[in-house]
């Protein structure tokens, strides 16, 4: 029967914008001996063993049925793939090593693509209120100045005849931590949305590039057409998508994408959860 005991405070932890974070363990000895004991951090495939160092000496002395508390630093370098990545700590007995050992609990880890930069206009925004005030003043201003001079006004109404294409539809998953591609309907590194996750919690929905989002809320999706895409107030602010009462991408609601190349896309949330269930259109409108 091995003599130690590793256990784990959590089953998880959170990196800080560092890449770092800590992992609590508990090593005790359950023998009646006192023990010399050796701590390894085992990373697990595809983790990589430069980014665990353990708090203090790795080999210490166990007094019988003694408890030693264990802190395994994590570091993980800048430009590691997003994933899930865990180690675990492990107690090999100095006496006997090759037949006493313990492997402890594994602690997993979420490494995410950095948050893209808060664009300038958001800092600014009130410029752009003051603009429109000022522009609709003037607009307001040539409007009655015209009704006035000539007494009354003649209405032409023209017709725009639009070629609507689809360029891609279907069902699909956008996974935790990716990009998706509304031209293509595929995961892959450069697409217009990011399913962005935070922390077990905090998720949203992230346009990419040029690519701007609107959320057009529980509507019938058939219903949304491309005329009606193009006409959707987008922006490049994300849509709220955590895991509580404020999420906005529950099941039944439908965001419309205007892409990086210049289309249209209506996408229904299927299934809330890591992994984003959808279905699809994307339009290509032309003269």
């Known amino acids: 029967m091995p003599s130690f005991t590793v256990t784990a405070a959590g089953q998880k932890v959170q990196l ?10 508990t090593v005790t000895n359950t023998s009646v001996d006192e023990l010399s004991g050796r701590l390894l951090a085992t990373p697990q495939d595809p983790a990589k063993g430069e980014w665990f160092t353990i708090d203090g000496e790795a080999t210490r002395e166990f007094a019988p049925a003694a408890a030693e508390q264990v802190r395994l630093q994590i570091k993980v370098p800048a430009g590691t793939p997003p994933a899930t990545y865990s180690v675990r700590l492990d107690a090999v007995s100095e006496v006997n090593p090759d037949e006493d050992f ?9 490494v995410t693509l950095p948050k893209p930069p808060v664009p300038w206009w958001k800092r600014f925004w009130w410029i752009f209120v003051i603009a429109g005030v000022v522009l609709l003043a003037i607009i307001g201003v040539v409007v009655w100045l015209l009704v ?21 539809q279907g069902q699909t998953a956008i996974k935790g931590t990716w990009l998706w591609d509304a031209e293509s309907g595929q995961l892959t590194g450069q697409g217009d949305v990011w399913w962005e996750q935070e922390t077990d919690v905090l998720r949203q929905m992230v346009p990419r590039g040029t690519a701007t989002i609107a959320n057009l809320g529980f509507v019938n999706f058939d219903s949304v057409t491309a005329q009606s895409l193009a006409a959707a107030p987008y922006t490049s602010i994300p849509i709220d998508g955590n895991d509580d009462g404020s999420n906005q991408l529950a099941t039944g609601d439908v965001f419309a994408i205007h892409t990086d190349a210049g289309n249209y896309a209506k996408v229904l949330v299927t299934s809330y959860g890591y992994d984003l269930g959808i279905q699809w259109v994307t339009y290509q409108l032309g003269p």
Do not use: C, L
């Not at 914008?17 to 363990?25: D, E, I, K, M, V």
């Not at 313990?102 to 979420?110: K, L, M, W």
């Not at 000539?150 to 609507?164: I, L």
């Open 16 to 25: 800080d914008g560092t890449g770092a974070a800590q992992a609590q363990y």
């Open 148 to 168: 006035r001079g000539n007494g009354n006004t003649t209405t032409t109404n023209t017709t725009t005849t639009t070629n609507v294409n689809v360029v891609s």
């Open 102 to 110: 313990t492997e402890g609990p594994s602690v997993a880890f979420d």
